[in-house]
């Protein structure tokens, strides 16, 4: 089992930043490829960033390239989401994941385990 609590949403500016955090505790984080979600009002869980069990190999949605990072510190079991360049089209709740094999990152069928989400809003 692996349990994830995300933390760093709230109201920002368009154009603002925010780190979200997601904070992994139980199976071995260091063995796990993460990914964040998000899901705004009325519409589906979409892709926003994943990053592979060493860090090595990022993987981004279109619409946030150049302006998310995604990172991990596997010392503090701990995956990040720095977002710069915030639009109100951001606005949304922010989901971390786990998945136990790096299949398809980009689909949340990959994914075996989630957070609870953070909220975040851009105001324009």
């Known amino acids: 089992q692996v349990q994830l609590v995300e933390s760093g949403g709230g109201l920002v500016q368009a154009g603002g930043s925010l780190r979200l955090s997601c904070a992994a505790s139980?199976?071995?984080?260091?063995?796990?490829?993460m990914g964040w979600f998000r899901q705004a009002p009325g519409k589906e869980r979409a892709f926003v960033a994943a990053?592979?069990?060493?860090?090595?190999?990022?993987y981004y949605a279109d619409s946030v390239k150049g302006r998310f990072t995604i990172s991990r510190d596997n010392a503090k079991n701990t995956v990040y989401l720095q977002m710069n360049g915030l639009k109100p089209e951001d606005t949304a709740v922010y989901s971390c994941?786990?998945?136990?094999?790096?299949?398809?990152?980009?689909?949340?069928?990959?994914?075996?385990?989630w957070g609870q989400g953070t909220q975040v809003t851009v105001s324009s």
């Open positions: 994941a786990a998945a136990l094999y790096t299949n398809n990152l980009y689909s949340t069928s990959a994914y075996n385990y």
């Open positions: 990053i592979s069990w060493s860090g090595v190999n990022t």
């Open positions: 139980g199976r071995t984080f260091s063995n796990t490829a």
